[in-house]
């Protein structure tokens, strides 16, 4: 027999009076990213950094738990310790904006308070055997069970009107300002004022007007320094269900149900010679990498660097291969290298165009696009549409507890990254706003 279709269900979830309760999450947030301004344990180790990177990220619901290149994750043994202190997948991808927590739907309780519905002249505590449509909130669910229905989340970039352009260097302003001075005759503006005028702390309006001119001289001859803004979005998830570890505690269930714990920070991308690379190192090939390999098997391992959360203080540190004495004289399993052999740092260029690692994650986004004067453009807009239509069944506000679920990997992630392919700063403001769907009663 064939499966109904989605007008027989509503059918009949109509004709049981089952289903009827439709419950609507608002999302919103903005803010404004700027280049380098991330915390500590957030920072790429593999890109380079020395000129203005902006990168971002925010995960639609929550972070999933992962590997990383510690010694015990990067054996053949499956033991307790591989599940202790696990990292969250943010580490090494920039400004962290936060959870969007896009499946935190409420359920209402079996039960009602009359006292907070009527206040106390309504005497003692009252309740009810069911909820009712009537009054249950619409931000709320009505049972445990129901369903998934659409997320759908609308993203908008826009260049702020005030971004702080890179400044010439004195020695080439000092030049203009001494022919404007007259011949033979030094400008009376120092190095001092050029610098409190980028600061803005300078108050002495001749000199203040005679830099703004000398800028604007500059500017006239070197047409080319207009900041050229790139940006790549990308949107995506393991191809596998993953998880989240609750407080302190793994769920090994769940583990042993099938999850990945792969980190997009080790194999996001990937690298010139074919293996995965990302922010924190990457993931060895078991063809071309056998060296680094303490047994000789061709297992995959991470190197790169781990953030200690456990040190004191807490930093970014090497990662191991555990090797037997045998092995030591291949000098190279330690696990601490932090890109292939014959490749090198990612460049701005080099995130800009690099290939997503396809093999072990679905890319719902890679766009790549250009804001700026110079592009006639200062805003760009995407919308996601997930059209989930799943069945859910628990009481927990995440409905990803749900075991309806667990076949499936709900924790979409968004990277954002920008360069101005000089020295100019990047900012960039975003907004955030989605909706998700729920139906339950």
Known sequence: MAPFNSNQVKYIQAVAGRQQHTTLKA??????????????YHAPQTFDVSEPLLLAQFPLH???????????????????????N???????????????RALDIPCSSEMRNYQHEHGTSGGLIATEDR?????????????????????????????????PVASPAWSDIESILDIGSGPGVN????????????KGTLSETASRESIKGALEAWSRAHPMHTPHYEFRLIVFRNRLPTYRKNGGNNSLDAIRNGVSLLNPGYDLFMG??????????YRTSPKLDKNMDPNGSPAPYYSGRRFDFTADPQVFVDGSIPQDASDAGHGDTDGSFMFPLGEDVFTHRDLMTMPLNKNDYVVMRDVRFFLGQAQGKSHFEDVFDFDFNDQINTADTDLCSSDTLS???????????????GKDPVHLNYEIRGTTCVQSG
Request: one cysteine or more.
């Open 62 to 84: 929550t972070n999933a738990t992962v590997w990383d290149c510690r010694g015990v994750h990067n054996n053949d043994l499956l033991e307790a310790a591989d599940f202790e």
């Open 407 to 421: 076949d499936k990997n709900y924790r979409w992630k968004c990277v954002i990254i920008g360069t101005s392919n």
């Open 187 to 198: 400008s009376t503006v120092s190095e001092t004022n050029y610098l409190d005028y980028w």
């Open 131 to 163: 909820p009712d449509d009537e009054w249950i909130s619409s931000t709320v669910r009505a049972t445990p069970d129901g369903f998934l229905k659409s997320l759908n989340l609308k993203l908008r970039l826009t260049l702020p009107t005030n971004i």
């Open 272 to 281: 010139q010679t074919g293996r995965p690379r990302g922010p924190l190192g």
């Open 86 to 100: 696990l990292p969250n997948d943010d580490i090494g991808f920039g400004k962290f904006l936060g959870e969007l």
């Open 27 to 40: 999302i919103y947030q903005n803010g404004i990213i700027k280049s380098n301004d991330w915390l500590n």
